[in-house]
């Protein structure tokens, strides 16, 4: 009998500080091969491996921007290469407003 897949989801406003903090954990997570998440209701320990599917979706409107960022990681990675598709991301200081 398969397992029923564990899930883990957390929402909440943040200052941008926070937020890079977090970033900065998943960060050394991801490094470490473990990342442990946990709020007040649930846990999760996610074990990451050498190749990562990466998944980056971005839009503006203008009320709203929105950057998702989706990792996955599978146990088996033996056939998998990987994909040497440039992409680059770059910080920028806003413009000053006139």
Known sequence: MAKKPQYFEHESLQDKESVVNYLKALSKGIEKGEI???D??????INTSELTQMNIK???TKKEQSLRIKLSWTNDTDDDDPDNAPLFIKAKKPKKKK
Request: charged share 35%; hydrophobic share 35%.
């Open 36 to 38: 442990l998440l946990s």
């Open 40 to 45: 007040d209701e649930d846990t999760q320990i």
């Open 58 to 60: 971005a839009s503006k």
